[in-house]
């Protein structure tokens, strides 16, 4: 009985563990925090964001009426953070402990609403879903296991249906949201156009796809949970949510309750809704193309060609595949034959080109906090290949060529707010900014050489409009719209743009003479990126296997006259909410101070305790690891600060019949990681015994284990465009009141340390790759005691990674050596890189050990039983592990013995997704060594 009810507790634990225990990174430690508490949610922003922050909380005030709609339970009071630090635009709500995080920043590529009130919609509608929860069995959970109780509903509410929620959300609180643009649907009309819109299998479109590129849960989700509520009823999707967190037992609750209530399921109504989209777009199918292709797809794999530009007789162009990182390619015209010029990091904004030089922008990770980063310009010289990065610590997008040798990019200030700024040659000086009145970002930016003038594209609470920098501010040249519009250049008077007005994304310009806009192409599917070419214009097409270049003569035939709203051609008549437009809302500039605002003093948060469970495990390997290890009856706390540079726990349980008393904490709040543990009990002390001890004395009277541990990491990130590269010193002590056999059997505490240097240099690898085709690692370290009778160890490791024989596959190779000082009478046994599947306890006086792996995929099944495994991949990694060493012995004359050890074999790899769960991988090991002639090993590994 006592073993069963562990078990359930651990199987209700685990879950948790995965789901909720999320850590998204450190920010600054200089930051100082304000709030804005006005009893409905804590707004928490940094010090200088304050008109930002106000503007936020006016629009969460305008939806919080709203933002439940057709739910039933209110929304619940929750910590909001806003990150301005982070130059990439994103958020997530988790509930251990419950916290929405959002990046204040807009990103470059977005649709015709303001990133602010997106998100805010998106991110504060998770809350509400979540909110809806805390019923059934899910509210028993959170009586046992505090607020990552509520993972237990997250089992049966699968992520797709969350998703699709939020992103329905986003498109019914705007005029033309999300869900609505045309390229929230071109990857399935992609497929469509090729014949493979097959919903008889649910499992694919849900986990992804290593053949072809399946658009992400985000688009899935909407199609279905935007077509359920037009299909059965506007409130089934509350329905769904209560009742797959009241009864999370059956697994898949949602099948049961649909099947019930509507005779239906969410593949019936992703087969009919999917059915119904493809009657609406095979008519657009039907048109004939204005461009001709001049890039050959693949006819096994997806590729991508993005933002082609001439170059003498060649083009540049960005280009992607599923075996290949990002990077520059170089295609002759008259051949066409491609050359990859230049490997590429996250491209923040596109390329231009400049005389013989190529620049353009890419995120830079700062080197300490992963929750500040920056957007440096990089330039390459097409004929000598040298790059240079500038501004590296800045804010820079869409670097455009000024004349005089200037440059002007996109930047943002404290505020989030765009802003022009513009550069000398070498950009070490500001030579100008040209900010805005009121609140607008910038997504593009170009040069007209025949008007003198410096063009964007913004987007503020009217909408998005293309305007002009002039001598008296700015200048509309278009009138703001819900119309999105992206990727501008100009050139001998016009301006070209991809524009959605058709109701597809196609290629626009504007003849700046006469103001006149016209639309450049007709497509099937989509054209965008235009780059003019002599005469011509370059583009890119999307086709049935992905974004190709092509070329068109200029025409000016199809006159665009402005419209608010774009053409809807590709999208179904669904189910409207009755809630306000939010992008028709005006927020005006709040420069007072609101109700509730006031300092955030962040160290009175750090112990928040957020979670518990029944149970005792080990504390530090779940809030490092998320590893359940040693897990027996007790009870844990678990705490963590909203800010997340602080978290720890506190166990009790019962192990070996003894009391285990534990706690520790790991604080990130300093450029230098603190973790902190210590244990009392669970054991006795532990006995080191000396060499050559032959005494028979015995151990009488040990205590109870008492061990403390305080560890510290400098975690230096180095990136550089695709070469990812880390430092990273460390050095840990651990005390423990150990037993030291002397012959008199004298006790003594003992404090051990290991310090270490760890270095690596990575570079980028494709998609379907399973490990870094090209990099290496170092790696030195020193461990010993702080004790004159004990030994010290010295190691060194390298690890090499190199290309297979075919584009996805990897072969590593890992050497270490290793020594240990003799002159003490107790030594250490620690060793790195023993065989796998051999046991190795002895103490070596030298050590040499290598390890080899040839990783490769065999097949990609994409197959299995709808609804309950869906094999995605089966890899293999072929390996061959040896070691040597002298290792002493306990013997009166101190010899030394050598000894060989060796193991080798093969690993199947099944990566899966097992009943609506998060992808995981099996692996299955056979392999051979010298202490066993055949060893099997099993092991699951969840991806979360």
Known sequence: MRKLLITILLSLFAATVYGQFYYGGRGSATIRWQQIDDGKYRLLFPEGFNIGARRYSTILDTIYPYINYNLQMPTCRIPIILRTENQIGNGFVVWAPKRDEMVANAPMDMCALAWDKQISVHEYRHVAQMS?????????????????????????????????????????????GRGLQPDFTLGYRGLAMAGKLDFNRLDPWIAGSYKDIIPDIYRFGYQVMSAAETYCSPTVTSEVFRYSARYPILIVPDHFYLRKHYKTSYKDIALRAFAELDSIWQPTFEVNENFRVITSASKRLHADYKYPQPYRDKIIAVKWDMDHPMRFVSIDTATMRQ??????????????????????????????????????????????????????????????????KRFATISTDQESRSFIKVYNEDFTQTRAEYRFKEYTTLHSLAWDDST??????????????????????????????????KNLRAGGGKLFFSSIASGKDEVHYIDLATGREYQQTTSKLASECAAPDKGTL??????????????????????????????????????????????????????????????????????NVHSWAPIGVDGKALINERQLVNPTLGVSLFFQSTLSDMRGYATYGRVNNMNLVSGGFIFTGLPVRIDVNGEYGG????????LNYESSYEIYNLKPYVGVGASFYLPLRMSKGANSKLLQPSVSFNYANSHLMQGDGHGDNLVTYNASVYWSSIMARGYRALMPRLGYTIQTTVIGALHRQFSTITNAMVRGYLPGFAKTHSFSLTATVQHQ???????????????????????????????????????????????????????????????????????????????????????INIENNLIRSGANTVSLTFASSNQKRFWFGFNVAFDF
């Open 132 to 176: 809806q929860l805390r019923t059934g069995l899910t509210k028993v959970a959170t009586w046992i296991l505090g607020e990552a109780g509520l993972s237990v509903g997250l089992l049966a509410v699968v992520r797709w249906q969350l998703e699709g929620d939020a992103v329905n959300a986003e498109t019914q609180f705007a005029e033309y």
């Open 339 to 404: 050359r990859t010029i230049k490997m590429l990091g996250s491209m923040s904004s596109p390329p231009i080109i400049e005389g013989d030089k190529l620049y353009w922008t890419e995120y830079k990770p700062n080197p300490i906090y992963e929750q500040k980063n920056s957007s440096a310009i990089r330039s390459l010289d097409l004929q000598t290949g040298k790059t240079e990065v500038f501004d590296r610590w800045g804010v820079n997008y869409c670097v455009t060529p000024l004349p005089d």
């Open 452 to 485: 003198k003038r410096l063009y964007f594209i913004a987007l503020d609470d009217r909408g998005m409009w293309i305007g002009t920098v002039s001598e008296d501010g700015f200048e509309e040249v278009t009138k703001p719209s819900v119309v999105t519009v």
């Open 538 to 607: 370059l583009l890119s097409s999307y086709s049935e296997r992905g974004w190709m270049i092509s070329r068109t003569e200029l025409t000016d035939t199809t006159i665009v006259e402005w419209s608010r709203l774009p053409r809807n051609i590709l999208n179904p008549k669904r189910y409207q909410w009755d809630v306000p437009k939010i992008d028709t809302i005006k927020i005006s500039r709040c420069t007072t101070p609101l109700d509730g605002e006031k300092r955030y003093r962040k160290a009175l948060h750090y112990f």
């Open 683 to 690: 054991g006795y002390q532990l006995v080191y015994v000396p």
């Open 821 to 907: 000082f003799d002159h003490s009478r107790y030594l250490l046994s620690s060793k790195a890189l023993v065989p796998r599947g051999v046991v190795n306890m002895m103490a070596a006086k030298n050590y040499g050990a290598f390890r080899s792996a040839y990783v490769m995929p065999l097949f990609y099944p994409e197959f299995g039983i709808d609804g309950l495994i869906f094999l995605r991949r089966i890899w293999s990694e072929i390996f061959f592990d040896n070691s040597i060493g002298s290792y002493f012995t306990n013997d009166s004359k101190q010899r030394l013995v050598t000894d060989k050890h060796y193991s080798g074999g093969v690993v």
